[in-house]
């Protein structure tokens, strides 16, 4: 089943001789369940691709359709409920509220919904990212990839239709950046989560179901 579909979407900025194109026709789908990494150097509009995917920008020209709703026939206000509810962002910088705790933190997404929270269902998600023994510590009292995590337990806790990942390994060491790949795949295989990951480093991507290049603004065809 397809959950994102991406039609000719280009993105510019500027004009005339300031004019950058960021994103030149990009084309592809996703299916449900489906770990998809997207690989490239800086500057090569995998972020920029994340970005309107995940509707926090909107594009010059294309369509991004997920889960069968174009998203950009929203206006901005219904467009930020939609991304809250249905995408979950995880960006390699955390994020996080300094005064809330790993908790507080995680359900975020639910208290800005005004939707209550399901007691089993966050002890279950706090098990999956190994916090169990950090629920009450602050951003501060935690290492780099504990704070990392909960960011992902933060995308994750609404169960939403697609996970969107940007560069979620780079401010993290090795040890650490093995342990989210690890319990990325682990989302998507015991959740089910549909994982989009942005990432330079191929032996990273090597974990996803599936690799799309990117060079100058276009996916580059496959071998």
Not at 89 to 106: A, S
Request: overall charge neutral; glycine content about 8%.
């Amino acid at each position: 089943m397809e959950i994102l579909k991406v039609e000719n979407l280009t993105k510019i900025y500027g004009k005339d001789t300031t004019k950058v194109v960021a994103l030149d026709h990009v084309s592809f789908s996703v299916e449900k369940g489906e770990f998809v990494a997207i690989v490239g150097a800086s500057g090569s509009g995998k972020s920029t691709l994340l970005h309107l995917i995940g509707g926090v920008d909107r594009p010059t020209s294309g369509k991004v359709y997920i889960d069968g709703q174009d998203i950009y026939k929203f206006n901005d206000d219904k467009l930020a409920i939609f991304r809250r509810r249905q995408v979950g962002l995880i960006y390699q910088f955390y994020n996080l509220i300094p005064i809330l705790n790993v908790e507080e933190n995680i359900t975020l997404p639910l208290a800005l919904d005004n939707r209550k929270v399901d007691n089993n269902t966050l002890n279950d998600m706090l098990k999956l990212l190994g916090l169990q023994n950090r629920r009450s510590h602050l951003p501060s009292e935690l290492s780099g990839g504990q704070q990392q995590r909960t960011s992902i337990g933060r995308a994750l806790i609404t169960n939403p239709t697609i996970i969107l990942a940007d560069e979620p390994t780079g401010n993290l060491d090795s040890k650490a950046s093995d342990e989210i790949v690890a319990l990325l795949k682990k989302s998507n295989k015991e959740l089910k989560q549909t994982i989009i990951m942005i990432t330079h480093n191929m032996e990273i991507a090597k974990v996803a179901d599936r690799i799309i290049k990117i060079e100058d603004g276009k996916i580059v065809p496959e071998d």
